[in-house]
Structure formats: structure tokens, C-alpha cells
């Protein structure tokens, strides 16, 4: 039989507030246990949250980001269940109504196709600590800094019908919370979660079938191969006869499989209720007319931008805009008047190949938009060639000083005087008689060898176009 | 001195005829001397009181005091106080120290108040006897086999055995109108928002609200002054500024007119009914006008108040855990063992009852059924007193169905123990300002009579309140043990 695959995904964004939804407890990741967790935090008798503004603009961004309806009235309700990482005995969350509803985005898969794939909602809601059960022999330890921590849940509609499908959705998401700079995107630290609810149907059917969630999966590449496993697992039970419970698995990177977390028996009953410390949030029309005032450039947008503005192909204006710092680091340079094609190139390239090497974001370079454009500056304006411009730029990176400062030193400034180029030529020319017969004589070909000698007379300092145009010239007589 | 009104007090006080130091050490020998028979206190606080006092003395001395400094004041032990214990009643905060002042405390200390103590109180507030307490019951000083109400009955006594000039309290459902009444004394519920919540140990967040007790509406309209106004701590709290109330205490009451919901006479115990309708021909004789007035939905008022109340404190009780504060059964052996021990010992009875009411009405397929159709009745009550409020600028009517009970008679019978808070409930649900002031006598024992007015408008429930007291002398009667 054949069988249809369908996903919903439930992503996580930690929102990059400075300090947390209900307290003035800082956000920042990795500090010393419990140093970033107040009264509040702790959920001391007596004490009361207060609801951070700046979250609440932030899922605005996001919900005109993502072609949502905007809920004027939202509310928060309390999600009840034990355990010693959540200090209240509940989570406030938004459960009833959500301050973004139904929206949608758009996703270009591998084929170049777009497909649309719906949000049901977004909502906000506090992260709960985190338990340490392998810090201490025998015991467990509770680390209370991130619980309150902002968090905007997006819940997509089963819309997703391969893995593929799935982490293109999610790069977009990606890309998108991280573009409306609402989100750091760190999925190693835990700022951009996924969960999926998997299912399989026989193709053709138009009931979906029973769905497995799966947690923690918080890459890319796991959320495929999750998929992947999940879906096999599924379908083999399927075609042996078995059925899909609905439960909650849990994904191990290490053995790559999904095991069971809970079953839908075994679920919480969360009994959400309305937060009375909490007042309903209102989103007025001079907080919509503020956030649409702040939206920046979104990334269709900045892709079409790129390639009408800078003439860059659709694949160059694509990877140009995959990220908000990275567009930004393209246009730098092109704005310090370097040609974009050019730019784009070497971004994609050398750039590129060496920020993946050392693991550093754009925003971390090593080297900025400026000592890019003042090496691709000399490329352009015929210093040195492409091929040097290369040993120049690890120069660069490896810390030996600015684009000049290094062609100086290492004496890479090409040779452009025509004088000297001819000398070489006329030398190799005379050297060479009996080439230089046959040459004439209709082998082509040689015309390699004239360059190769020229080349190598010059130390390969020479400016490859000039020097082709002069031998051209002198070879013919 | 004792016997003085806040305004005397704070004459003599500022005028130097006697000392903070001298008129806290008055209460404090007084309540030496009472306290081991009334248990109105949870924590003493001597020592910190006489240096509050001198520091108090000081400030006079430095003219840089306020109506209010130097005067004593009890803070309900579900206040938290930093750096003394706050145990909420409870067993599961016997050995609770906050870190933080609650808002109410906070205000006090700016206003120079000197804290005497803490007051005993039902446990986590959830009872109307004081019989709940972790601490054992207070007794009322009218009759010391006799409970004071509750929650906030160690408050009550204290007042009413004249331990202290005022004291704070809180009420979720009756919980300072009822003690009040029980005790001969005058307390006041200002409207839910009005004086913030934050560092009051929730019990339901969506009615519970401080408030004072004292002697006269005279003297809880000079010290809501001092703590009434917005928190930015507690988002429940209304930015709305906070009016002088003085200014308005003895406005005449000629064309206001007072409204008798006839729902809270219906049944009521007839010397009772005699009492406040004599208070309210007392009103009447002021120049207020007396309608009768219905409240349709008010009889829902209780099963309404304990759906939601237990619900709100099934979570609100959730952090007590034993995992970061409060108290933790000796040697868990797992976590769940550590939950259900800890919980298990940590609370008392009354409080396991509420918590597991309202885990039931929240739960998956009851959370419609009882949760949400007691939140739409709840605003059919409150609309009940939106319209009431439509031709009358307040209303008039007991505060509990009968006076003081035996320590021990309801105790066993949740239910009827329930229903003695049957008038004061409707105005929780609704958010508005009380007051219940002593009315006279039944049976040597004092009745409460209760006025209620719209939202965020304590001026004119003051307003009436003072008037009445001016020319009755209830509220000036005192216990002959006490005295």
C-alpha cells in the first residue's frame, strides 16, 4: 500500500527578551545556577507576576510575520501538573486564546516549488527550570534560570507531507523569527525547540491517522531522521497489523529511534484555567500600528529586492538573504562599491567556507564587511588577481593585517605596467622561435604555453588580462 | 489609652503628650496579659516593635512624621514580612521567612506604623472560624468559649480586646466583614484592586483583598489612606488615584439613598433583622433614603464562590511542594513520596477539602460543567449589583445570619460552617467594597451590619459608616474582660 505522511510541527522560540515574561530576572544563557532566579522564579508564597511588554511585541512581529490573525483580547491560563523544575505547580501559558491565531507561511522546497503551510496558532507561555539528575550522586539538582523565560509556541497545521517539507518549514520559521531579531535561533542551547506529531494514512484518505508526538528534536538533520524513523515504524506496524497509539515518544540521537514517553492514558490532565494574578492582554491599535512601524524587511522581500536592485540570480539573492546578518553583511560591502556578483561570491565562497570551518556566525567574522570590500576593491581594480586575492584573504584571517598592508608586504601587487609585460613577452617570443612558427602556423593551442611561460616569468604577478591582450597582440606580429 | 480613637492617638502622639515607645509598651503589656487566654497572635514581636517605636519617637521629634507614625498595628500573618516568619496559619510554613515586605507592609512601615505582631488567622485563610489554624483557635473576647470568625479572627480579637489600635486583615469571602461582626469591631473589604496583593499569600486570586480593622470607620479611613493605591507588582491593582477620605467622612447623608436587598432578610433570624433595620432607620434619621432593592442572583452566591474559590486555590496551594521552601517530610523516598508526604503533613483538613474541590471542577469533563457555568453565574451576580447600584448609592443588610458560634459547633459541618459567610460572598464575586459595623446586641453577643457600594467608591461607604457611628456608640463597646 501506498501511504501518505503527515506532520504538524510545534516549535518552541525562546524570545530575546532581556529579562523574563513575569519577573526582572535575566534571560541570559549558561550563567551560574540559580543566580538568575528571583522570588517570583522560585514562586515564593505571596509573590505575583507581571507580564513583560516586550514579549508581547515580539509575538505581534511574528504574527504579522506570519499573515496571522491578531487576537486583541488574549489571555493566560494555568497549566497544572507537579514536578520539582516548575516552582508555581503550574505553567502560565496561553491555552484558551491565544494572542496569535490562524496565519500562514510560505516554504520553496528543493524542486524550487512553494507550498503553503498553515499556523494554527501562536501563543505565549513562561520555559520551565531545568532538573540536573547526573550532577549529583544519588540526587537531583534543580536549576532554576531559565524558568520564566519567554517562549512563543507556534503550532503549525498537519500540512507537511514529507520530512523534507518539514525541515523546510522549520528553516523558514527559522529564518524568520531570527530575521524579526525575536529569537537568537541557538538550537544548542534550546532557543528554537521542535516537536512533531507524525502520522500515516493510506493514500488517498482523507482522515488523518493517529498521531505519535515526538520530543526533543532540536536539529534539522534529527527532525529528518526522526521523521524518517518514525514514519517506517509506523508504517511496518501498520502493514503487520498492528495500530499507531497516540502517545508521546521521545527521539535518541544517539541509537536514531523514537521510544515511548507516555500514552494518551497516561497523559496529564493539565486542567487549564484562566490566570487570575493575570489581566487579559490587550493589543491596541497603536501597539499593532508600533509593530508594523518596526517589522523589518522580511526575507521573500529582501530575496527579491537583492535580485532586481543587484542583479544577483535567484539562488545568489536566496542564500544573500537567509539570514537578516548575513544580508546585511552582502550589503556592506556592495555598498563600499564592490560590484554584487562579486560580493555575493566571495561571501558564498571563501567567506562562506570559513565561517562553517571555525563554526562562527556572520556577526562573528573575523573578517567584517569593510576588510572584504578593501580586498575585493583590489581585485577589481586590477592589484592583484582572484587567485592571489584568495592567499590574501586567509592572510587576512589569519591576523596578518588589511587587504594593503598584506599585498604590500608580500609584494603581490600585480604587474599592470605594460612596459615590463612586453619585455617579458618579447623574451619569451625570442626564446621560443620554433613555438612561435607553429603558433603562427594555426596550433592554437600553444597560446597556453606563451601564458604559462609569461606567467611564470612574471612570478604570476601579472595582470592575467592585460597580459593575455599583449601576447595576443605580439604572437600575431 | 486604649480606649482612644486613632485620631486621639495620633493628637497625643504628634503633641508629645505620650511617646510611641510609652503607647506600644501600653499594648504590649496588655496583650501579655490577654493573649495566653485569646491565641489572637502567631508571632510576637516585642523587641522589634520598641526599636519601630523609638525610631517613630524620633521622627515626631524631627517633625518629619505622618498622621499615622508611631501608631501600633498588627499585620495578619498572611502578609509576609521580611525577616520574620510568616506561616499563613499553616503548618506548611512554619518555618517560612520571606525575603521581601508585602506591599501592605511596605506601606505601613513608610507610614511609620509600628508592628506589634502577626495574627493568627485560619489556615491559608480558608475557614470562618479561626478554627483551622495551625496555631490553635482564637477566642472571641465577647465569650472566650466562643470562636471569633474567620479567617481573620486573631485580627478581630485583637481589636476588639483592644491589643492593638488597628490591624490588617484580608477577605476572600467574608473573611474580614464576618470576624468583624462576630467581634464588635469595624472592617472594612475595599474593592478588589485597590489595595494590592503583592506579598499576600494567595488563597484566590481573584477575590482575595487587604483590608483593616479597627475600632471606627474613622480610623480605617485614615490608614486605607496610607495603604490603598496601584502596585506595579500586582497587575490586578487599579490605577485609579486614591481619593482623601476624610474629606468626605462627615458629608451629610441627605439624598443618598440606601437600598435593602430583600434576598438578605428573607429567613434571617428576626432580633438579627430587628437590629439592622434599626441601623438602617438610624440612616434614615441622617437624611439617606430606604428603598428595597433585589439581588435575583445572590442566593447562587455560595456554591458559586466555593466552585471557584477551591479552584483558584487548588493552584494557588500547588507550590508547596517540599522541593524549594516550607515544610519537608523527613526522608522521601522518591518524589512522588516527597509530594504526597510533604502535602499530606503540611496541610490541615479544611485545606486538603478546598484543594481537592477544586482539583475535581477544574478537571477534564467537569471544568465545564461546574468552573465555567460558575463563572457566568458570578457575573450574573455581579450584574445583580450593576443594577442595584443603578438607583441606590448603597447597600444595607447583615453581615452574617447569626452572631458568634460555639468554638467546636461547626467545626465537623463544612456545610453550614460554609453558609455563615452567606452575605458576605456576593460582594467577593462582584469585586466591591465592604464594611460591616457593630449594630448592637444579640443576646450579649455583638451583631455586624453590612454596607456594601459600587466600585472603588470606600469614600462613600465611609462616608455612611462614620455618620452612623457618630450617632450610635456600638462600635464603642467593649468586652467587660478586656476592659
Redesign the interface.
Given at each position: 500500500m501506498n501511504w501518505e505522511i503527515v506532520i504538524g510541527l510545534e516549535v518552541h522560540t525562546q524570545l530575546k527578551t532581556a529579562t523574563k515574561i513575569f519577573s526582572g530576572s535575566a534571560t541570559a544563557y549558561g550563567a551560574e545556577p540559580n543566580t538568575q532566579a528571583n522570588?517570583v522564579d522560585?514562586?515564593?508564597?505571596?509573590?505575583?507576576?507581571?507580564?513583560n511588554q516586550t514579549a508581547v511585541e515580539m509575538a505581534l512581529k511574528f504574527g504579522l510575520a506570519a499573515n496571522a490573525n491578531i487576537n486583541h483580547l488574549s489571555a493566560f491560563d494555568?497549566k497544572?501538573y507537579?514536578y520539582?523544575d516548575l516552582?508555581?505547580?503550574?505553567q502560565i501559558s496561553q491555552f484558551h486564546i491565544p494572542i496569535v491565531g490562524a496565519g500562514f507561511l510560505d516554504i520553496e522546497l528543493d524542486d524550487g516549488q512553494h507550498k503553503r503551510i498553515g499556523i494554527t496558532r501562536a501563543h505565549l507561555e513562561e520555559d520551565a527550570g531545568k532538573s540536573l539528575h547526573d550532577v549529583y550522586d544519588g540526587m537531583s539538582g534543580?536549576d532554576l534560570n531559565r524558568a520564566g523565560t519567554p517562549l512563543l509556541e507556534i503550532v503549525s497545521e498537519p500540512d507537511m507531507r514529507s520530512a523534507a517539507e518539514a525541515v523546510a518549514y522549520l528553516k523558514t520559521l527559522h529564518s524568520l523569527v531570527t530575521y524579526l531579531d525575536i529569537c537568537d535561533g541557538n538550537m544548542q542551547e534550546g532557543s528554537f525547540r521542535c516537536d512533531a506529531n507524525v502520522s500515516v494514512r493510506p493514500m488517498g484518505s482523507s482522515t488523518l491517522g493517529t498521531r505519535a508526538e515526538i520530543k526533543n528534536v532540536n536539529s534539522f538533520r534529527y527532525v529528518e531522521k526522526a521523521i524518517h524513523y518514525e514514519v517506517e515504524r509506523q508504517i511496518d506496524l501498520l502493514e503487520s497489523g498492528g495500530i499507531v497509539k497516540q502517545e508521546t515518544r521521545l527521539y535518541d540521537s544517539v541509537t536514531n529511534t523514537t521510544r515511548s514517553m507516555r500514552s494518551k492514558e497516561e497523559a496529564n490532565?493539565y486542567?487549564?484555567?484562566p490566570d487570575?494574578?493575570?489581566?487579559m492582554v490587550h493589543v491596541t491599535d497603536a501597539m499593532l500600528k508600533e509593530a508594523i512601524a518596526s517589522m523589518p524587511e522580511l526575507p521573500n522581500a529582501k530575496q527579491q529586492r537583492f535580485q532586481s536592485q543587484y542583479g544577483l540570480s535567484a539562488y545568489d539573492a536566496k542564500v544573500m538573504s537567509a539570514s537578516r546578518a548575513l544580508g546585511d553583511y552582502f550589503e556592506q560591502v556592495v555598498a563600499m562599491g564592490v560590484n554584487a556578483k562579486l560580493a555575493a561570491n566571495w561571501v558564498m565562497g571563501d567567506l562562506a567556507a570559513n565561517l562553517n570551518k571555525h563554526l562562527l556566525a556572520i556577526g562573528e567574522s573575523i573578517i567584517d564587511a569593510a576588510a572584504l570590500a578593501a580586498l575585493l576593491t583590489r581585485i577589481e581594480d586590477n592589484t592583484i588577481s582572484g587567485k592571489t586575492a584568495k592567499i590574501v584573504f586567509e592572510a587576512m584571517w589569519a591576523g596578518e593585517g588589511s587587504a594593503d598592508q598584506i599585498i604590500e608586504t608580500r609584494g603581490f601587487k600585480q604587474v599592470s605596467d605594460t612596459g615590463a609585460l612586453e619585455k617579458i613577452i618579447d623574451d619569451i617570443i625570442a626564446a621560443n622561435p620554433g613555438q612561435l612558427a607553429e603558433y603562427r602556423g594555426g596550433k592554437d593551442k600553444l597560446f597556453g604555453f606563451f601564458i604559462g611561460l609569461a606567467m611564470k616569468a612574471s612570478k604570476g604577478q601579472a595582470n592575467p588580462q592585460q597580459l593575455n591582450d599583449l601576447l595576443k597582440q605580439k604572437l600575431a606580429g | 489609652m486604649h480606649t482612644k480613637t486613632l485620631r486621639e492617638l495620633s493628637h497625643a502622639l504628634h503633641h508629645k503628650h505620650i511617646s510611641s515607645v510609652e503607647l506600644t509598651s501600653h499594648y504590649l503589656q496588655r496583650i501579655a496579659r490577654f493573649e495566653p487566654e485569646l491565641n489572637s497572635f502567631i508571632t510576637l514581636n516585642p523587641d522589634a516593635a520598641l526599636l519601630a517605636a523609638k525610631a517613630a519617637d524620633q521622627a515626631i521629634h524631627a517633625q518629619t512624621h505622618g498622621p499615622l507614625t508611631g501608631i501600633p498595628i498588627v499585620q495578619k500573618d498572611i502578609f509576609c514580612t521580611d525577616g520574620i516568619k510568616t506561616t499563613c496559619g499553616s503548618k506548611m510554613l512554619a518555618n517560612f521567612i520571606a525575603p521581601y515586605d508585602a506591599t501592605v507592609v511596605e506601606k505601613c512601615h513608610q507610614a511609620g506604623l509600628v508592628m506589634l505582631g502577626k495574627s493568627n488567622m485560619d489556615e491559608f485563610a480558608m475557614g470562618s472560624s479561626n478554627e483551622t489554624s495551625f496555631y490553635g483557635s482564637v477566642k472571641n473576647p465577647w465569650d472566650l468559649s466562643r470562636v471569633p470568625g474567620g479567617s481573620s479572627g486573631g485580627s478581630a480579637a485583637i481589636i476588639a480586646a483592644r491589643l492593638s489600635p488597628l490591624a490588617t486583615a484580608t477577605d476572600t469571602g467574608g473573611s474580614i466583614r464576618q470576624p468583624a461582626a462576630f467581634c464588635g469591631i469595624s472592617g472594612l473589604k475595599p474593592s478588589y484592586g485597590r489595595v494590592s496583593r503583592f506579598g499576600m499569600i494567595a488563597f484566590a486570586s481573584s477575590m482575595d483583598q487587604a483590608g483593616l480593622m479597627a475600632n471606627s470607620a474613622e480610623d480605617i479611613a485614615l490608614t486605607l489612606q496610607a495603604i490603598a493605591g496601584f502596585d506595579p507588582r500586582d497587575s490586578t491593582s487599579v490605577n485609579q488615584p486614591v481619593p482623601d477620605y476624610l474629606a468626605t467622612l462627615n458629608q451629610d447623608l441627605t439624598g443618598k439613598t440606601i437600598g435593602l436587598p430583600k434576598e438578605f432578610f428573607a429567613g434571617l433570624d428576626s432580633d438579627i433583622a430587628t437590629l439592622i433595620m434599626d441601623g438602617a432607620k438610624e440612616l434614615e434619621k441622617l437624611g439617606a433614603r430606604l428603598i428595597e432593592v433585589s439581588l435575583p442572583h445572590v442566593h447562587l452566591s455560595v456554591p458559586v464562590y466555593y466552585v471557584i474559590a477551591p479552584a483558584e486555590c487548588s493552584a494557588n496551594l500547588a507550590r508547596y511542594d517540599g522541593v524549594r521552601f516550607g515544610h519537608r517530610c523527613s526522608d522521601p523516598k522518591d518524589l512522588l513520596d516527597l509530594y504526597q508526604r510533604s502535602r499530606a503533613e503540611g496541610f490541615g483538613a479544611e485545606v486538603k477539602r478546598r484543594i481537592m474541590v477544586g482539583t475535581h471542577v477544574l478537571s477534564a469533563g467537569c471544568y465545564e460543567d461546574y468552573f465555567v457555568k460558575a463563572q457566568r453565574v458570578r457575573r450574573l451576580i455581579a450584574n445583580d449589583f450593576h443594577s442595584a447600584f443603578q438607583s441606590v448609592d448603597a447597600l444595607l443588610g447583615p453581615t452574617a445570619p447569626g452572631t458568634a458560634f460555639k468554638l467546636g459547633e461547626k467545626a465537623f459541618d463544612p456545610v453550614s460552617m460554609y453558609l455563615s459567610d452567606i452575605y458576605t460572598i456576593a460582594t467577593n464575586l462582584a469585586g466591591l467594597p465592604g464594611i460591616s459595623i457593630p449594630a448592637g446586641f444579640h443576646k450579649g453577643l455583638p451583631v455586624g451590619l453590612q454596607l456594601t457600594t459600587r466600585n472603588f467608591d470606600e469614600a462613600t461607604l465611609l462616608n455612611i459608616a462614620h455618620r452612623y457611628q457618630h450617632v450610635t456608640a456600638w462600635h464603642k463597646a467593649m468586652p467587660e474582660y478586656v476592659a
Open positions: 522570588s522560585l514562586a515564593f508564597p505571596g509573590v505575583l507576576p507581571v507580564l494555568r497544572l507537579f520539582p516552582p508555581k505547580g503550574y534543580i490532565d486542567r487549564y484555567f487570575p494574578d493575570l489581566l | -
